[in-house]
């Protein structure tokens, strides 16, 4: 897995708190964007976060992009409605040499497993390949890959969709692929903008927020990343 940073919006520490004061100002917009100082900002998007007024941290958009991941990854990521993503097509791309297979750990770990699944995989590219050789189109083809299957996203998210993203899939239980992207993401993003983010991070260290899981874990958040 992959992941970095394509495009964030600038400044965005700046636009989020100017947005939230100006709810509550007459000063021109430009003069308030340029007075605010960094305690000020800080202050701000404190109370905003504390406050729960969410809003205004739309305005901040972080776009990223994440390659050699699983479509059982896609299928969970893609379920955030608030987030815009662009997925590679196996209509218009065919499957080749380079295509990944993504393999968990679990079966990493076992030598025999690992190999049964090496030999599944070829077998797969092989029907594939053979399929599109008789004029298969390759958008029905793709049916015979399996959900490890490597695929790239680019993904942007809001500060306020990358919050809620955090609190449930930073969570210990979720499943892994899904809980390393939300953990790399909050780390890279946490870097970027600490304010937008203060107190992100899985529901059980948040601090409205409960667990989802119902402590199931038996164990506070592991900062693993
Ligand atoms: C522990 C756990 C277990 C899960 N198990 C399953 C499962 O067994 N089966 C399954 O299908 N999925 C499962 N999911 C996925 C889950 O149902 C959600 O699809 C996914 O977590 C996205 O969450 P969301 O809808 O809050 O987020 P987003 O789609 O990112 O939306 C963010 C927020 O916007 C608001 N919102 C978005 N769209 C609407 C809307 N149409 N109407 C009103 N408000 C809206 C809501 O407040 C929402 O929380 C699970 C998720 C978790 C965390």
């Not at 897995?1 to 965005?12: P, R």
């Not at 609190?167 to 946490?190: D, F």
């Amino acid at each position: 897995m992959k992941i970095y940073n394509l495009k964030f919006t600038n400044d965005a520490e700046r636009l989020c708190a100017l947005a939230a004061i100006s709810c509550h100002s007459t000063v021109d917009i430009n003069e308030l964007y340029n007075k605010l100082s960094s305690k000020d900002i800080s202050n701000i998007l404190r109370k905003v976060i504390l406050s729960r007024h969410f809003s205004v941290l739309e305005h901040a958009n972080f776009t990223f992009s994440i390659t050699d991941v699983s479509r059982v990854l896609l299928a969970q990521l893609t379920r955030h409605r608030i987030a815009t993503f662009s997925v590679q097509s196996q209509r218009y791309v065919k499957l080749d040499d380079t295509s990944t297979f993504v393999i968990p750990d679990s079966i990493k770990n076992n030598k025999l497993l690992l190999s049964k699944c090496k030999s599944f995989f070829k077998q797969a590219s092989l029907l594939y390949d053979e399929l599109v050789k008789k004029e298969i189109p390759i958008e029905d083809a793709r049916y015979v890959m399996p959900n490890s299957l490597g695929t790239r996203i680019i993904l942007t998210m809001n500060a306020r969709e990358l919050r809620h993203f955090f609190s449930l899939r930073c969570c210990n239980k979720t499943q892994y692929e899904l809980r390393n992207i939300a953990c790399k993401i909050l780390k890279i993003v946490k870097q970027k903008t600490p304010l937008l983010f203060f107190k992100a991070g899985p529901n059980c260290i948040n601090v409205n927020g409960k667990c989802c899981e119902y402590l199931s874990c038996g164990m506070p958040w592991k900062k693993n990343t």
